[in-house]
């Protein structure tokens, strides 16, 4: 019995959409002389607002620096 071809496909008007998706990452960073950084990182595709960070109370020697918390806008994909 002969195979039959696959049928051809149609051609695209134009790309398709990425679906909008959410995605935080975090990472401790070491920046020399036993200190660290945390790094957050959004590597989706719509922004994501009012990014805040909460340090749990038995973390201790922790110090938060940053301009401003919550962080209004983290843009996709970005880092701050």
Same mark, same amino acid.
């Given at each position: 019995?002969?195979?039959?071809?696959?049928?051809? *496909?149609?051609?695209?008007?134009?790309?398709?959409?990425?679906?909008?998706? #959410?995605?935080?990452?975090? %990472?401790?960073?070491? &920046? *020399?002389?036993?200190?660290?950084?945390?790094?957050?990182?959004?590597?989706? #595709?719509?922004?994501?607002? %009012?990014?805040?960070? &909460?340090?749990?109370?038995?973390?201790?020697?922790?110090?938060?620096?940053?301009?401003?918390?919550p962080v209004a806008v983290l843009p996709g994909p970005v880092s701050a």
């Amino acid at each position: 019995m002969a195979a039959r071809p696959l049928p051809r *496909g149609s051609r695209l008007q134009s790309p398709p959409s990425l679906k909008p998706t #959410t995605r935080l990452s975090a %990472d401790l960073q070491e &920046t *020399g002389r036993g200190g660290y950084r945390l790094v957050i990182t959004n590597t989706g #595709t719509v922004d994501v607002h %009012d990014v805040d960070v &909460t340090v749990p109370p038995e973390v201790q020697m922790f110090r938060l620096h940053a301009d401003s918390l919550p962080v209004a806008v983290l843009p996709g994909p970005v880092s701050a």
